[in-house]
């Protein structure tokens, strides 16, 4: 398990994710939970007003990083999108959420938003 100094050691992308594969890695989640526990992620303002828009608690937030489960990773690789790890999970008023944790000099949130609701 990955500590809190080794998530401050991260320099660069390339230590924060591998950019090798598009499978998410068990160690790139298990920086981005110990990063998350130290509050050492980000809530970038774009993604706190996405959010907000959609009625998601910051808490609901924070609870699907560090609990729901890693789904998807993007490498950047079409330009639009920013390289980094898409949790998905159930928040407690029934809706699915997804929200991306990507670096730049540190771990931040880069996007919030929901994916639907679960019956």
Do not use: C
């Not at 920013?82 to 880069?110: C, L, M, Q």
């Amino acid at each position: 398990m990955p500590t809190r100094e080794d998530v401050l050691a991260i320099r660069s992308l390339e230590e924060a994710f591998d950019l090798w594969t598009p499978r998410v890695t068990k160690r790139e989640v298990a920086l981005i939970r110990v990063a998350s526990v130290w509050s050492l992620v980000e809530l970038t303002e774009h993604a706190a007003i996405e959010a907000d828009d959609e009625m998601i608690p910051h808490s609901a937030v924070w609870g699907v990083i560090e609990r729901a489960r890693a789904k998807t990773k993007d490498l950047g690789q079409t330009g639009d999108r920013a390289v980094g790890v898409n949790f998905e999970g159930t928040i407690p008023d029934h809706r699915r959420i997804r929200t991306k944790v990507s670096w730049d000099d540190g771990y931040f949130i880069a996007t919030v938003h929901t994916i639907n609701m679960v019956r």
